[in-house]
């Protein structure tokens, strides 16, 4: 066991504590990482509330970046020294896992949402006893975090972990759903609903496949802009109707719409956005799990209209996220623009920024 701090937190819906904390040694196919930042993401928001079946107390966080301390049995990806990203977990031998597709993973919820490992035990303690970890694979709201092979990425020593560390989940979800899951082509037009960090990296994903319009829907002034500046050629403010407006500026409709805010009025008017044979991909989480979709059937067939579900922006993390890396390095993924960093003592302070829009993209720095 050696000591660590954490931001546990010990009751729904926080607050989160910095506590001292006990962490066990890696066993076979984990890795000890010292964490030096980690995103703050609406998932960690999500799960907190308990709605999961999340234990308490927990550690959280799960866009983790640091340094390998130590590596179990059987470890040949990464060695001690090495700097990695963290992104999610996947078991790496069910169906989707062998078909390349761990976004997909059948046992995603165990091995993700759920903060404990397979057999039922937690490598974080707490004067002697278990507190849950091993959210998203790493729970990395911690000085300290144990990942599993399957869920790091080893980058240059020269990588800026306050700015990437992002990248494992929120930033390679809006990029990739853009890129990997609606397969952008240049030339076509896109429509983004929702400008938080997940839906500007979907802007900057259009940008990318050279997308000719990208229309940005966002009730707040200040993310319309850094939309703008990011890549977007228009923006909508998500007020009354928006098809219509969508439709002022694209008369045919859009190729794609993606949402990210999961604010279901408005993603119910995305299935009148598109074009024929247009694609709509849902990232955002609705605030209800009843929440439906009403489609209008015979519009949709004569449309050739496609609708899918986005996790993780259909991510294989070995080969995208080096993508993501070198778009950052040639100036393509802007992340500083919208990202605000705070020492993990002020992980409130962050999240409370976040849910008032002070902070687009809240970064936790451990020294």
């Known amino acids: 066991m050696m000591k660590a701090t954490a931001a546990v937190l010990n ?9 001292e904390i006990e962490v066990a040694e890696p066993q076979a196919g984990e890795i000890r990482i010292a964490i030096k ?29 640091g340094v390998v301390e130590a590596v179990g049995e059987g470890v040949t990806k990464v060695k001690a020294g090495d700097k990695v990203l963290l992104t999610f977990n996947s078991c790496g031998h069910c169906p989707t896992c062998d078909r390349d597709e761990p976004a997909y993973c059948d046992h995603f919820t165990e091995a993700n949402m759920l903060a404990v490992r397979g057999d039922g035990s937690s490598r974080l303690s707490r004067n002697g006893d278990k507190v849950s ?54 030339g076509e037009t896109l429509v983004v609903l929702g400008a938080g960090a997940v839906g500007l990296s979907a802007v900057m994903g259009g940008k990318i496949a050279g997308c000719s319009t990208i229309i940005v829907v966002e009730p707040q002034e200040g993310r319309r802009e850094l939309a703008m500046k990011l ?5 909508l403010d998500g007020q009354g109707d928006v098809a219509a407006a969508v439709r002022e500026i694209l008369p045919r409709g859009a190729d794609m719409v993606i949402d990210t805010s999961g604010f279901v009025p408005v993603i119910e008017q995305s299935v009148n956005m598109i074009a024929n044979r247009g694609r ?19 519009q949709w067939l004569t449309q050739g209209g ?18 993501l890396v070198g778009w950052h390095k040639e100036g393509k993924l802007p992340l500083e623009v919208f990202s605000k960093t705070y020492p993990i003592s002020q992980i409130n302070e962050a999240i409370a920024d976040a849910h008032s829009g002070k902070a687009v993209k809240a970064i936790l720095t451990v020294d």
């Not at 709201?141 to 800026?160: C, H, P, Q």
């Not at 991909?281 to 009843?290: D, F, K, M, T």
């Open 11 to 19: 009751q729904p819906n926080g607050p989160f504590d910095i506590e």
């Open 37 to 65: 930042a980690v995103g703050v993401c609406h998932t960690d928001l999500a799960v907190a509330s308990g709605a999961f079946g999340l234990q308490f107390p927990a550690v959280l966080g799960h866009e983790g970046a």
């Open 133 to 186: 970890d091993n959210f998203f694979g790493q729970s990395s709201f911690a000085t300290v975090a144990i990942a599993n092979e399957r869920n790091v990425l080893k980058v240059d020593n020269d990588a800026d972990l306050a700015l990437l560390a992002p990248l494992g989940c929120g930033i390679q979800t809006g990029t990739g759903g853009v890129i990997n899951s609606l397969g952008a082509k240049e």
């Open 231 to 235: 890549g977007a050629t228009h923006t």
């Open 280 to 298: 709509i991909g849902l990232i955002g989480v609705p605030g209800s799990l009843e929440a439906v979709l009403p489609v209008p059937l015979v």
């Open 306 to 323: 496609t609708l899918r579900g986005i996790v993780e922006g259909d991510s294989v993390p070995d080969e995208f996220l080096p993508r």
